[in-house]
């Protein structure tokens, strides 16, 4: 009697959870285009259930240069954009594991904003700071604006900087002393 070890791929949904063995007259089947059990297309989705939420925030992130080179083509000064910086905000939308959803809203809000700004108030609050004087009211005033953008661009490039920080340490092989 001959022994031998047949290896076949065992296919695994990310949305129902189902696994199967997809043979075909009893050879090793094409990769298959939908779950066996729940027939959805994206049973292989390499993003393993984004909610909407957690994508609403990677876009808003994404979208702050945007948001920054706009303001400073409108204030015809470069300086704004210069405080935001796009190459950590990709390497910290792409860490592995992915931030948490809580981590992304400490890098849209973080503690101290003052304007908060966003894709739903970049036209309406352009200009205008909290009025010092009139607690609860705002004033015109570009210069203040301005200046408060950049301190706005600078607390979430540290915000980004201090998860991409505490996400290596946590993934880095601890070394022993002996």
């Known amino acids: 009697m001959t022994i031998s070890k047949i290896q076949v791929n065992e296919y695994h949904c990310v949305k129902c959870g189902y696994r199967w063995i997809n043979r ?3 050879k090793e089947g094409l990769i298959p285009k939908r779950c ?4 959805k297309r994206n049973w292989n989705d390499k993003k393993e259930g984004i909610t909407p939420e957690e994508n609403g925030l990677r876009r808003r992130i994404k979208g702050m240069k945007k ?3 706009y303001s400073s083509a409108y204030w015809d000064t470069p300086s704004i954009t210069v405080y ?7 390497r910290f ?6 931030p948490s959803v809580a981590e992304l809203r400490q890098v849209i ?11 739903q108030n970049q036209n309406t609050c352009r200009g205008y700071v909290p009025d010092s004087q009139r607690p609860g009211r705002m004033k015109y005033d570009e210069k203040e604006y301005l200046r408060t953008l950049k301190f706005e661009a600078k607390k979430r490039n540290d915000a980004m900087r201090q998860i991409i920080n505490n996400h290596s340490s946590k ?4 070394k022993d002393g002996g």
Not at 84 to 90: H, I, K, M, P, V
Not at 93 to 98: E, F
Not at 171 to 174: L, R, V
């Open 67 to 69: 948001l920054y080179e």
């Open 84 to 90: 935001w910086n796009s190459g950590l905000a990709d």
């Open 109 to 119: 809000y973080p503690p101290g904003l003052v304007i908060g700004l966003n894709s």
């Open 93 to 98: 939308l792409n860490l592995n594991p992915r």
């Open 24 to 26: 075909f007259n009893g």
């Open 171 to 174: 993934n880095s092989p601890i």
């Open 36 to 39: 066996a059990k729940c027939k």
